[in-house]
Each structure stands twice: as C-alpha cells, then as structure tokens.
C-alpha cells in the first residue's frame, strides 16, 4: 500500500486516519494546560524573586504576552488541518517534506528529554517521604515501573489516557488553588490584603536582571504545542484547538500570577529559597500542608509525563504514515486503534534516558530546539494563508503583523542561549537529517 504524505492535504481534505476522533474541547484543553504546567511552577517562585524582585508578579504576564503570538500562530495552522502530526504538517505543507521532518524531529526531541528530566523529578520526589527510593537500584526500577505504566495508559486507549489525565489535572490543580486559598485568607487575618508593591528603589532596580527571569520563566509557558500534534483523534480539531490553545494560555497566566503573589507575600525571603512552594506551604499549614503540596508536585509532574506520552509519540507514528520514518511507527494496535509501536519506543526511549543518559547539554539546548521549531511555524503563515483559508479558518488580525512578532519572539529566545547549546542543537539536526535520508532510500 502506499504511504500517503502527509503535507499535502489540506483543511478540506478528508484522510484516512484509523485513529479514533474521541478528543473535544475539554480533551485538548487538558493536553494545553498540562503542557504549560508541568513541575516548573512548584519551583520558579523562588529564582522569579531573586532575579525580579517584587517585578516578578509581572514579569509572568510579560512571559504570557511574549509567547500569545506564538500561540496565536499555532491557532491559525490548527484551523487549516484535521489529522496527526501538528508542526510536522505545518512546516512540511509549508516548506517541503524535509523541513517537515525535521520540524518533528525538533519536537520529538524537546519532549522526550523533558519526559526523561520530569521522570526523575517524579522519583526525587518520591524520595522526600521514602529516601530508599533514592538508591541506584530502587530508583532504576520505580523509573521503569513510572515509564511502564504511563506508556500502558497510553496504548489501551486515547479516551483512557484523557480521562485519567483529567484526574490527575483536578488533582494538581486542587492542591495549587488550595494553596492560594489559604494564602489569602492567612494575610486577610494578620494584614490588609494588596499586591506586592512596584516601587522599587533606583538602587535596587539596578541589581535586578529581568532578562534573565524572562529567560527563566519562559519555560513555564512552553509545551502548549502538545494539543495539536493529536489532531487526527479530535472531534472537530480546526474548531476546538485554537480555542483550547487561548483558554489554556489566560487560564494558567492566572494562576501562575496568584501562585507568585501568595509566595512573595507569605515567606518575604522567597528569593533564597531552593523549594519556595514547600517553604509556603509549611507556613500556611505545617507538615500536613507540605505533605498536599508533595501530592500535589507528584500529581503535577505525572500529568505533564502522561500528557506528553500522548502528544508526542503521535508525531513519530505521522511521519511513518508519510514515509520518513519506518513503517513500524505508524502501525496501529487492531484492538485498542492506538499508535501502540510509536508510544511503547517514545516510553522506552525515556526509561533509558532517565535511568542512564547525562541531561546536562541536552536540556541546555532545549530553549533553542522550542524557539528553532516555533521559528518554523509562524514562518510557515505567509506561506499557508493564501492556499489553506476558508470560511471556517481562525484567522489572525493585522495581516502578517502576529507571525512576525512571533518571529521576533523566537529571535529574542535564541540569542539567550549560548554557543554550546547551538552547536549541539545542530548536532541533533544533522542526525536527524541522516535519519531522514536514510528512511527515504529504503523507500526508492
């Protein structure tokens, strides 16, 4: 049978996908907000303060307004497509097959180190109540028995896989707003309720280095682009993404500026300390309250690893379905109709990264894997515009003005990053290309 490719369909086109479309609004708005909140919250309040002061509250909405053009364009390219893939298809429609590819490659790459960094971050948490966890042996079997059981959620079904990562979703949630809560109603008892003031003395401002708490708190506002790659298994994905995208940004902006004020306002020394929310959460409410807080970063942390197993095992399985990769990563299980090769290789990748792999230059280049991929996509708006809209496409306002805000937003997070980073990020390029190359051979 041939393989079709997968950049050339368009909004209107009807493809074959033997995946189920069981994924609505809710489903992708989780697949958002789980990508946006992983573990990163539970520990940037700290650093936010010690690099931007009382500045901090607001340098989370200059994060949130410097990535909404981004994910503004994401928006646009979902309203032009119904099937798997997300960037892959955007950039390769766009640009050609192999910008295509490795427009994949970038993002597989970015979430499978973060799977394998959140996979440990799990199990070190684990050890704060069971320290036997933190021996070599026991920690290599809990991160096989994490990795195993999140890649078996993910085979068994989509619909499954959604429904336990809403669980987990109100969980971490419930123990976050809980913390705000008691936050608030702690100062309303003992002091007027305000925001941290902005009036900073000139002496101080100048110690202060908000580029580097913008660089710092950007991560905290990655991951959203996990709710288009599975478009192919959404009800009505040119509808519901682009709203599910919008929501997720403004509602976890929200809730990343509650959870700073509450830090800032109920430990004033948050900028010296190493787990500020657990240092929050034990003023508020003892050793019981460190406990929920505990719950809540293990509930966290396994929700953005379930989320991310969802996503992205679905751009490997779209580029075997176009022949870029082999043809075992788009086989389909004929019982539960997942991309179960695809899930069960990203899972065992992860395992081996997380028990055995040093993380130290690839985490380092991950800044400028997020910006190259985000880079591609707004770029690709000039070109998919005039051919792909219709009646029903969410297009953005003022011509080409967002894409290329959003570029200029790319441009600005790559020139954070240093050269190490760079040279490694083309390392990962180059091998994905020889990958590339070689996938397409074996089809001649």
């Not at 189920?20 to 919250?41: C, E, F, M, P």
């Not at 970015?110 to 021996?135: C, E, H, K, Q, T």
């Not at 430990?267 to 460190?290: F, Q």
């Not at 091998?431 to 590339?436: A, M, Q, S």
Request: hydrophobic residues 55%.
């Amino acid at each position: 049978m041939q393989i079709p490719d997968l950049t050339t369909h368009t909004a209107s086109s009807t493809e074959a996908e033997p995946l189920v479309r069981s994924l609505g609004l809710w489903g992708l708005w989780l697949l958002v907000v789980n990508g946006l909140v992983g573990a990163g919250i539970f520990g940037l309040a700290g650093g936010a303060a010690r690099l931007a002061g009382d500045y901090s509250l607001w340098v989370f909405l200059g994060c949130a307004l410097l990535m909404l053009p981004i994910l503004l364009c994401f928006a646009e390219l979902a309203s032009y497509f119904n099937g798997t893939g997300g960037p892959v298809r955007y950039v390769g429609t766009a640009f050609g097959r192999a910008a295509g590819f490795q427009a994949g490659w970038l993002y597989y790459l970015a979430r499978v180190v973060s799977v394998a960094a959140n996979s440990v971050l799990l199990v070190d948490s684990i050890g704060y109540f069971w320290p036997l966890a933190r021996d070599p042996l026991w920690r290599t079997l809990i991160l096989a028995a994490v990795c195993a059981s999140f890649t078996c959620i993910n085979v068994t079904g989509a619909l499954q896989s959604i429904r336990t990562l809403g669980w987990l979703t109100l969980a971490k949630f419930g123990v976050l707003l809980l913390l705000i809560g008691a936050g608030v109603w702690h100062f309303w008892q003992v002091q007027p309720l305000n925001l941290p003031s902005v009036v900073t003395p000139n002496d101080a401002i100048l110690q202060l280095d908000l580029g580097a708490a913008m660089l710092l708190m950007v991560y905290a506002f990655v991951g959203f682009e996990s709710a288009v790659v599975p478009a192919g298994e959404a009800k009505n994905p040119q509808r519901d993404i682009p709203k599910a995208l919008l929501l997720g940004l403004g509602m976890v902006t929200v809730l990343y500026m509650l959870v700073q004020w509450v830090s800032m306002v109920t430990v004033p020394d948050i900028a010296k300390s190493t787990t500020p929310l657990l240092d929050v959460a034990a003023v508020l409410g003892g050793t019981v309250g460190a406990a929920i807080l505990m719950f809540g970063v293990i509930c966290s942390v396994g929700a953005n690893l379930l989320g991310a197993m969802f996503s992205t095992p679905r751009v490997s399985y779209a580029l075997a379905r176009e022949g870029s990769l082999p043809a075992w990563f788009g086989r389909v299980h004929p019982k539960f109709l997942t991309p179960a090769n695809a899930i069960i290789f990203f899972g065992a990748l992860a395992f081996l990264l997380a028990a055995f792999g040093s993380f130290i230059y690839l985490a380092s280049a991950t800044v400028l894997i997020r910006a190259l991929l985000y880079g591609l996509c707004c770029g690709a708006i000039p070109k998919l515009r005039p051919r792909l809209r219709s009646s029903s496409s969410f297009i953005l306002p003022g011509a080409y003005l967002i894409p290329i805000l959003g570029l200029l937003a790319c441009g600005w997070l790559v020139w954070q990053v240093k050269l190490d980073a760079v040279l490694l990020t083309g390392a990962l390029l180059a091998v994905g290309l020889v990958l590339y190359i070689a996938a397409r051979r074996r089809q001649l």
